[in-house]
């Protein structure tokens, strides 16, 4: 495990062809990816959030159907468009791993977009006993991973409504 530097905005603005995730379109794709899961044949027991980005669909997942039980496991990959480290790091808090053994969890992230942060936290999971699946608003076809249930397909970058503008800082107001 390594110790999180400060969270970097990337800033995707001189993109051309990108494609824009809205709140509203959120909503509509955490519905849809839900109804996705209920239809199939497993139902989670727990939500396991790959953070940062994973948080926001999670929490939606887990209201849409009605899982109470979630956690998070926390991952450092991208540091700005198109950058990333080496190879993704587990970063602490630990995710309670005990507690995991045997049960069904849905593991669910913003974007498969290589995949490598997926397959590590797969891997770590099914290691420790559980039954892991995988939900992501967003995969790419690089994937190394074909996630169990997707939103949508797409290789553009993806802009997303929690980080489509830079962190708040100290007395810089609030837009309204």
């Known amino acids: 495990m390594t110790e999180a530097q400060p969270a970097y905005h990337a800033d995707s603005s001189d993109?051309?062809?990108?494609?824009?995730?809205?709140?509203?379109?959120?909503?509509?794709?955490?519905?849809?990816?839900?109804q996705a899961v209920a239809d199939s044949d497993f139902s989670p027991e727990i939500i396991i959030a790959v953070a940062r980005g994973g948080l926001?669909?999670?929490?939606?997942?887990?209201?849409?159907?009605?899982?109470?039980?979630?956690?998070?496991?926390?991952?450092?990959?991208?540091?700005?468009?198109?950058?990333?480290?080496?190879?993704?790091v587990l970063l602490a808090p630990m995710l309670d791993t005990?507690?995991?053994?045997?049960?069904?969890?849905?593991?669910?992230?913003?974007?498969?977009?290589?995949?490598?942060?997926l397959a590590l936290v797969l891997d770590l999971l099914r290691d420790m006993?559980?039954?892991?699946?995988?939900?992501?608003?967003?995969?790419?076809?690089?994937?190394?991973?074909?996630?169990d249930f997707v939103w949508h397909r797409t290789d553009e970058w993806i802009v997303f409504p929690w980080s489509a503008q830079p962190p708040v800082t100290p007395g810089g107001g609030a837009a309204g």
């Open 15 to 34: 993109l051309v062809d990108k494609e824009v995730l809205t709140w509203d379109r959120f909503g509509t794709a955490t519905r849809e990816l839900a």
């Open 56 to 88: 926001l669909p999670a929490g939606g997942l887990s209201y849409a159907l009605g899982v109470k039980l979630s956690d998070a496991i926390n991952v450092e990959f991208y540091t700005d468009v198109h950058e990333t480290l080496p190879d993704p």
């Open 98 to 117: 005990e507690s995991i053994k045997g049960k069904r969890l849905l593991v669910v992230d913003d974007v498969a977009d290589s995949g490598r942060t």
């Open 129 to 147: 006993g559980a039954d892991a699946r995988s939900a992501v608003l967003y995969a790419k076809s690089a994937s190394v991973v074909d996630p």
